[in-house]
């Protein structure tokens, strides 16, 4: 398939122009090759991604995160990402963690999703424990049930005041830091940036599969337990 045509699936889903000002999605790498027949679906563009893209024969890698460094190596393949306005398409990185969890959100903003929905606590830690098994929670109120969830995968905590602001009991993000957690009047659940957005893959892949061959890379968290 041309790669163009397949790049145009993509900005279907998630148009190029929903991404912040800052972000760089969209061709990272554009070769002069355009014929694609396998596509290699990643989270992350790093050294052991691409070379299981070069193994497997890959055409183009798709990924969620742009590049912020491109070594001269990876300008043999196309690479192509969709940040930021993934984020915020319906059915994106957000969407489909609340999916996953098995609730229901609606879209507040740009990026929030906002969960109207009396939960316990302990039973909402299970269910996001279920996807992200090392997530940390934040509770300087003992707080025992909450009735309104807001979430934003990936680093969301920028959005923590919108939370609030839209009477939020409850934030479901990752890369909490310190200072953020010891202040915070709500309960927070860090769920890791890597557990919050590596579903997204699977959506990506729905999307072309029954276009070109599908690779789904092999990638874990940086972060490990000691």
Same mark, same amino acid.
């Given at each position: 398939?041309?790669?163009?045509?397949?790049?145009?699936?993509?900005?279907? #889903?998630?148009?190029?122009?929903?991404?912040?000002?800052?972000?760089?999605?969209?061709?990272?790498?554009?070769?002069?090759?355009?014929?694609?027949?396998?596509?290699?679906?990643?989270?992350?563009? *790093?050294?052991?991604? =691409?070379?299981?893209?070069?193994?497997? !024969?890959?055409?183009?890698?798709?990924?969620?995160?742009?590049?912020?460094?491109?070594?001269?190596?990876?300008?043999?393949?196309?690479?192509? /990402?969709? !940040?930021?306005?993934?984020?915020?398409?319906?059915?994106?990185?957000?969407?489909? =963690?609340?999916?996953?969890?098995?609730?229901?959100?609606?879209?507040?903003?740009?990026? %929030?999703?906002?969960?109207?929905?009396?939960?316990? %606590?302990? &039973?909402?830690? /299970?269910?996001?424990?279920?996807?992200?098994? *090392?997530?940390?929670?934040?509770?300087?109120?003992?707080?025992?049930?909450? /009735?309104?969830?807001? =979430?934003?995968?990936? /680093?969301?905590?920028? %959005?923590?005041?919108?939370?609030?602001?839209?009477?939020?009991?409850?934030?479901?993000?990752?890369?909490?830091?310190?200072?953020?957690?010891? &202040?915070?009047?709500?309960?927070?659940?860090?769920?890791?940036?890597?557990?919050?957005?590596?579903?997204?893959?699977?959506? #990506?892949?729905? %999307?072309?599969? *029954?276009?070109?061959?599908?690779?789904?890379? &092999?990638?874990?968290?940086? #972060?490990?337990?000691?």
């Amino acid at each position: 398939m041309n790669k163009y045509d397949l790049v145009d699936i993509i900005e279907n #889903f998630a148009p190029l122009e929903l991404q912040e000002k800052w972000d760089c999605s969209g061709w990272q790498v554009e070769t002069t090759s355009q014929e694609v027949k396998k596509v290699l679906i990643a989270l992350t563009v *790093n050294d052991d991604v =691409f070379n299981q893209a070069v193994e497997k !024969h890959c055409d183009m890698i798709f990924a969620h995160h742009p590049l912020f460094n491109i070594p001269m190596k990876f300008s043999k393949i196309d690479i192509y /990402s969709a !940040h930021t306005n993934a984020d915020k398409a319906l059915g994106g990185t957000t969407d489909t =963690f609340v999916e996953k969890i098995g609730l229901t959100a609606h879209p507040v903003g740009e990026f %929030l999703r906002i969960s109207d929905f009396e939960i316990s %606590l302990k &039973d909402l830690s /299970s269910k996001i424990k279920k996807v992200s098994p *090392n997530a940390r929670i934040v509770n300087n109120k003992n707080i025992k049930n909450v /009735s309104k969830i807001a =979430f934003c995968a990936g /680093s969301g905590m920028d %959005l923590y005041g919108e939370a609030v602001q839209n009477g939020c009991d409850c934030f479901v993000t990752g890369d909490l830091k310190y200072h953020s957690a010891a &202040d915070s009047e709500i309960v927070i659940i860090d769920a890791g940036h890597f557990e919050t957005e590596i579903l997204i893959k699977k959506v #990506f892949q729905s %999307l072309i599969e *029954n276009k070109v061959e599908v690779v789904i890379a &092999d990638e874990k968290s940086p #972060f490990q337990n000691i």
